[in-house]
């Protein structure tokens, strides 16, 4: 089976979470899996066990609130985020194998640039020398994800500062481009993590899907 993929740009955050929860609430059992890549403009999002302590300053940066797991994180341009609508059931694939597989997509793809990185088992995520570079967060919905994670590759840092990233207070970020030196094309980036999406979660091939999403 393939694994089909949607180069979707800069898109606003909140036409795409519900362009995502409307795939899940009306594909069936015949329905292919995708997965959307994507840039947003400036936007803090709240998961469902968000705390507000943990928003310090969000200044002029929207917030919302959202169905994921998890706390607060940032999203802005330069991060690559990746919107995983699975059928896990039809898969067999639990909730923490799942979550694995997507670390190791991440760690082989940093891998692929020199970068080492590594998973830590008390905070989803991936990290370098203890600063975090790509962070995770799904909801499964009758045996189907939306939402994913986010991949630091070179962007403006310092609103993560404006918040407790994941809840963790004073956590380091880090990007790909302050670890790899000469230029980092982001479109490269990309292409290499669906490699290893389609080999970690055990698809065939994958397929570049054309049109952009109904928003």
Not at 99 to 127: F, K, M, Q
Not at 146 to 165: C, K, S
Request: aromatic share 6%.
């Amino acid at each position: 089976m393939s694994l089909g993929f949607r180069e979707l740009g800069l898109v606003d955050y909140e036409p795409t979470w519900q362009a995502m929860q409307r795939f899940t609430n009306e594909r069936d059992a015949a329905t292919a899996d995708e997965v959307w890549l994507l840039q947003h403009p400036p936007v803090f999002t709240q998961g469902q066990a968000g705390k507000p302590e943990h928003l310090l300053l969000p200044g002029d940066i929207p917030v919302v609130q959202v169905d994921r797991g998890g706390q607060v994180t940032y999203h802005g341009p330069g991060q690559l985020v990746v919107y995983l609508l699975l059928d896990v059931r039809r898969s067999r694939l639990g909730v923490r194998e799942l979550v694995t597989r997507l670390e190791h997509s991440l760690i082989a793809t940093l891998a692929s640039y020199g970068v080492t990185a590594n998973a830590r088992p008390d905070a989803p995520g991936v990290y370098v020398d203890g600063a975090k570079i790509a962070s995770l967060g799904l909801r499964i919905r009758n045996g189907r994800t939306f939402h994913g994670l986010a991949l630091n590759v070179d962007m403006d840092l310092a609103p993560f500062r404006r918040i407790n990233p994941c809840g963790y207070a004073d956590m380091a970020m880090t990007q790909l481009a302050d670890l790899v030196a000469g230029p980092l094309e982001f479109s490269e980036v990309s292409a290499r993590l669906r490699e290893q999406l389609v080999k970690h979660l055990d698809y065939a091939q994958q397929q570049t899907l054309e049109g952009a999403i109904d928003c």
